[in-house]
């Protein structure tokens, strides 16, 4: 047994094959490796974060076990680590502030757009209404792109996605968010 998969890693390491999912993710220290994967969904749409999870005031973030989507989604193939991950309610923004303490830091996150490629990711990093940070980057329904940031100091990210063409199905997912408290 330890022999065999000791030849499918040989393969797919020769081969540079990429899984579906990460069978795992860390966080670099001393952050904390946000998953989703320990919400109970209790339907296949899915459900609010609750406020207080992983630290954080979740504004406008859902959940769902994105291995029971619908396949050539992006809530699919944005699973890093199975089953669940977060994606924006009815396409508006998510807004994420620290639950407990004024600030915190904001390392890293991989994201898929979910219905169409090419929607644009916009994040605004703030702290006491003033803006510390922006970036924006494409996001693709098959291609999850890892996001880094590392935005310290901040008490609040807003995500917001943009897509002129596709009528407001414009939602993007969340997976192994990385975050300093």
């Not at 008490?155 to 199905?169: E, R």
Request: proline content about 3%; hydrophobic content about 40%.
């Amino acid at each position: 047994m330890f022999a065999i998969v000791i030849i499918v890693v040989l393969f797919f390491s020769a081969f540079s094959i990429q899984l579906p999912w990460s069978i795992t993710s860390t966080c670099r220290e001393p952050s904390s490796l946000i998953t989703f994967d320990d919400i109970k969904i209790v339907n296949k749409s899915g459900i609010p974060i609750p406020n207080g999870y992983g630290g954080l005031s979740w504004g406008n973030g859902m959940t769902l076990n994105g291995l029971n989507s619908s396949s050539g989604t992006g809530y699919t193939a944005g699973v890093v680590s199975p089953p669940n991950l977060a994606y924006d309610a009815f396409g508006n923004d998510i807004v994420i502030t620290n639950a407990t303490t004024k600030t915190f830091t904001i390392n890293s996150f991989y994201s898929c757009a979910v219905w169409y490629d090419n929607i644009t990711l916009e994040m605004t990093g703030t702290r006491e209404g003033t803006t510390l940070y922006t970036k924006s980057v494409q996001l693709f329904m098959q291609n999850r792109t890892f996001i880094e940031l590392n935005w310290s100091d901040i008490d609040t990210i807003n995500l917001n996605t943009v897509c002129f063409w596709c009528c407001g199905a414009k939602h993007f997912t969340m997976d192994n968010l990385c975050v300093t408290l």
